[in-house]
């Protein structure tokens, strides 16, 4: 920028933070050409002269701080070469006085440091830190745990499971109740239980029983003392004689004897009775002997008639329609066999014996009486004899089935007659039907 030509004396001023130029003239081309552009491109030219000599002022104070850092660089690298030399001699000095302190404290053997750490952490050492933190610790434990016995212990308000110990101890009270009263309700319905098991095994032992008759029955699959009490109560409905099956009812003390017969008591009241047990089974003598005289006795009976169903069966291994002790009898019935013979001799044995020996009886001709057992006793006999051949024989059985026939007849015969000889002697003329099989 070239020196401005003063027409007159400029004045040139500061007030405050405004320049005040008066009569200068700048002649600088540059300045010139410029406020000439702008002026005429419609700029005022007074704002582009501030723009310029503002522009101007700032490259200016630009230069002048340039020069400025250069000289300050310049007196900070001279400064820094004298600081470094002087920093680098004290440096060694105190790099050699601090090995040396460093090895006064850190040295591996003789060092203060492992002097100390040996006196504080040694094991031989009396007030090494591990022993005095394993007192403290020791102490502080022992403590804590006494403080936390006695905390946790207590009932009052110290205690932060006051609450829950006693609602705990509260709970399993009413636990332990309850439990009980559980138990008791389960043991009382064991109880039943058991009752009940016993009811329903004592029931099913009865079935049991029941369905073992059935399965040895031999009168088409019902139990025998049923076949039994329909044979008798047949040949006892013929004679006018009450008939009862009281296999499951309780006598006089117990349930011996299955049929009991009431001898006249379709008419009135009976004038005897005779008790049969019907048995599927072999019986020793003596205990058959014995059953009969308990069934007798419970059930009020003047007679007692032991029936089984082959003959192999009858008590002691004996013949059948022999008497016992003059009041008791063994017969043989088998329902295969569809005959009621021997049951029928046996039943009329059975009724004019209770009938002799009735004070009713008196006019009874005995020996007429006994002459016509005997003889029907001969044709059973007679007809054992012979279902015995036909058992044998291969050949001749119709004939032998007509002689048995009339063997039968003549044994219904003989017991005709008997029935004839108890009406004549007891005075009794009401009709007796017979019904022959």
Aim: proline fraction near 3%; charged fraction near 30%.
């Amino acid at each position: 920028m070239e020196a401005a030509t003063p027409l007159r004396s400029p004045r040139v001023a500061v007030i405050g933070d405004v320049v005040v130029a008066d009569a200068l003239a700048v002649r600088d081309r540059c300045a010139v050409e410029l406020v000439r552009e702008r002026s005429e491109a419609g700029a005022d030219p007074a704002e582009v002269l501030i723009d310029a000599i503002e522009i101007g002022a700032r490259v200016l104070s630009r230069e002048r701080a340039e020069v400025n850092a250069d000289f300050v660089r310049t007196e900070f690298e001279k400064v820094s070469r004298e600081v470094e030399g002087a920093f680098t001699e004290k440096a060694r000095t105190v790099a050699e006085l601090l090995g040396k302190r460093v090895d006064d404290v850190f040295a591996p053997e003789n060092g203060q440091l492992a002097k100390e750490l040996e006196r504080l952490f040694g094991a031989e050492s009396a007030v090494a830190v591990q022993h005095q933190l394993r007192a403290v610790m020791a102490e502080q434990s022992a403590q804590m745990r006494a403080d936390l016995l006695k905390q946790f212990s207590s009932a009052d308000a110290h205690n932060p499971l006051a609450d829950f110990k006693a609602g705990t101890m509260a709970a399993m009270r009413l636990a332990s109740e309850q439990q009980n009263t559980s138990l008791k309700a389960l043991n009382e319905q064991i109880a039943g239980l058991k009752h009940e098991v016993v009811k329903l095994q004592s029931e099913r032992e009865k079935q049991l029983e029941v369905a073992a008759e059935h399965a040895r029955s031999t009168a088409k699959g019902r139990p025998y003392e049923e076949a039994v009490f329909d044979a008798v109560d047949t040949i006892a409905r013929a004679r006018g004689d009450d008939c009862d099956a009281v296999g499951d009812l309780s006598g006089s003390g117990g349930r011996k004897g299955d049929v009991v017969v009431g001898v006249d008591g379709c008419a009135g009241p009976s004038r005897a009775r005779i008790v049969l047990e019907a048995k599927n089974a072999y019986v020793p003598k003596n205990k058959a002997v014995a059953e009969l005289d308990a069934a007798m006795e419970q059930r009020d009976a003047d007679y007692g008639v032991w029936v089984v169903p082959s003959e192999d069966l009858l008590p002691g291994r004996g013949a059948q329609l022999r008497e016992v002790n003059g009041n008791k009898l063994f017969v043989v019935y088998d329902p295969e066999d569809r005959s009621t013979l021997g049951l029928e001799v046996a039943y009329s044995l059975a009724r004019a014996r209770t009938l002799t020996a009735s004070d009713e009886g008196d006019g009874l001709d005995a020996t007429a009486l006994r002459t016509e057992l005997e003889r029907a006793l001969a044709a059973m006999d007679d007809v054992r004899r012979i279902k015995s051949q036909l058992t044998a024989a291969t050949g001749g059985i119709e004939a032998a089935r007509k002689i048995l026939d009339e063997m039968a007849e003549r044994v219904r015969g003989h017991l005709h007659q008997i029935d004839a000889l108890v009406v004549a002697g007891t005075g009794d003329d009401s009709p007796v039907q017979r019904t022959l099989v």
